[in-house]
């Protein structure tokens, strides 16, 4: 071992070698086996250019996992919390009384009365409060931003849920729209930042008896849990529809969350991630 090293100091004395000759050589006849520092700088460019192709897909399949996980959990919870409260609050939630405006003391009162208590350690924060000191706007399917100047709650995980009126002369449908990553980018409908519906209506239009259901166009004969029916204006509707074809209205992706739904809670290869 000795003569060896003696060698190894010789060469390096008189000639100069890389580390990967240093490494290479034998210990008992001499012979190099390792490779050039050309060939090592090749091999870590080829692994460079592999990892720059696989991660972004890896990636962003842990990303779709963690969203339909986070939604799943709010949808349960969303529907928990109507329960409950209606049990304790006029038997049913049909016999509420739905605010007709969306910032109001009638929308404040629905909130605080309906919402509020069963979120533990949930803040309710009005609109002015939600624009001043978190957000006024969002970001729609096609990165347009949006307006969203709306009361809500921060629940104690951080989440957002604002509560917005949907048709002023039909009571009874309030838009929640939920923020998963609450403060976090990319505030986005369709990634981040999903539309559900609370129905005064102990059985909605899903053919559940889930009183909070996604945002979607109804349709009288379209049986959403066999998928028969005309999807396609569920995935492709100018105004809300959730599709890369889409012509992206200003509610672009208000139907994200119903495609999910639709796909047994998993995102679709041809969701607009």
């Not at 919870?77 to 109507?82: G, I, S, W």
């Not at 003391?105 to 978190?134: C, H, Q, V, W």
């Not at 890369?244 to 994200?256: E, L």
Request: aromatic share 14%; net charge positive; proline share 4%.
């Amino acid at each position: 071992m000795n003569k060896d090293l003696k060698q190894i100091n010789n060469f390096k004395r008189n000639s100069g070698f890389t580390l990967a000759e240093v490494f290479s050589v034998h210990p008992k006849g001499g012979r190099k086996h390792g490779f050039t520092l050309a060939e090592v700088l090749i091999t870590l460019g080829i692994i460079g250019v592999v990892a720059a192709m696989t991660l972004p897909v890896l990636i962003a399949k842990h990303q779709k996992k963690v969203t339909v996980t986070k939604l799943k959990k709010l949808y349960s919870e969303l529907n928990t919390v109507m329960n409950v409260a209606a049990s304790e609050n006029a038997e049913d939630s049909s016999n509420w009384t739905y605010p007709e405006t969306t910032d109001s003391p009638e929308m404040e009162n629905f909130i605080k009365t309906y919402f509020l208590p069963y979120f533990k350690g949930a803040t309710f924060y009005s609109r002015d409060e939600f624009t001043r000191n978190i957000r006024s706007t969002i970001k729609n399917l096609a990165d347009k931003e949006i307006e969203i100047l709306a009361p809500g709650l921060i629940l104690a995980n951080g989440q957002f849920i604002q509560f917005m009126v949907n048709n002023p002369e039909r009571t009874g449908y309030i838009w929640l729209i939920a923020d998963l990553n609450g403060r976090s980018l990319p505030n986005k409908v369709g990634r981040d930042i999903f539309v559900f519906n609370a129905y005064s209506k102990h059985v909605n239009h899903q053919k559940t008896k889930d009183r909070v259901g996604f945002y979607y166009i109804y349709y009288e004969n379209y049986d959403f849990l066999n998928h028969d029916g005309p999807e396609e204006d569920t995935l492709n509707n100018g105004g809300y529809g959730c599709s890369k074809s889409n012509k992206y209205g200003y509610y672009a992706g208000w139907f994200c969350g119903q495609i999910i739904y639709l796909n047994k809670w998993q995102i679709p290869d041809d969701y607009p991630w």
